[in-house]
């Protein structure tokens, strides 16, 4: 019994995690998760350093769903991106910014 409710939360805590992600409503637009973070300058650092492909993928994302917003529309469902399917593509450079960031924070110090 006790090795079940490891996995039983693991399911709850996924089922969640789905639930929010399609309340949140930015994947109705096709937007992903790291579509949506707030550009301050280590973000905008991060989409510079993007591949071209990933950058226009992203501006694509971008403006579909700003048209779709304008026209008070959503994607049909069958295009809405799903969880499983979103990936956290800028998450990699984001954290790779902070971390130089932080390391010219630390030498300016000395």
């Not at 019994?1 to 789905?18: D, E, I, W, Y």
């Not at 579509?35 to 510079?48: F, G, H, L, P, Y």
Request: proline share 4%.
């Amino acid at each position: 019994m006790a090795s079940r409710a490891p996995a039983a939360t693991s399911r709850l805590l996924v089922g969640f995690r789905k639930w929010y992600y399609n309340a949140c409503g930015f994947n109705k637009l096709g937007l992903m998760r790291d579509d949506t973070i707030n550009e301050d300058s280590d973000v905008k650092e991060a989409i510079r350093r993007l591949p071209e492909q990933v950058y226009n993928d992203r501006m694509f994302r971008l403006k579909r769903a700003l048209d779709l917003s304008m026209k008070q529309q959503i994607l049909p469902k069958d295009q809405w991106t799903k969880y499983e399917e979103d990936v956290f593509y800028l998450e990699p450079y984001l954290e790779e910014v902070i971390h130089e960031r932080k390391e010219k924070e630390e030498w300016a110090k000395k």
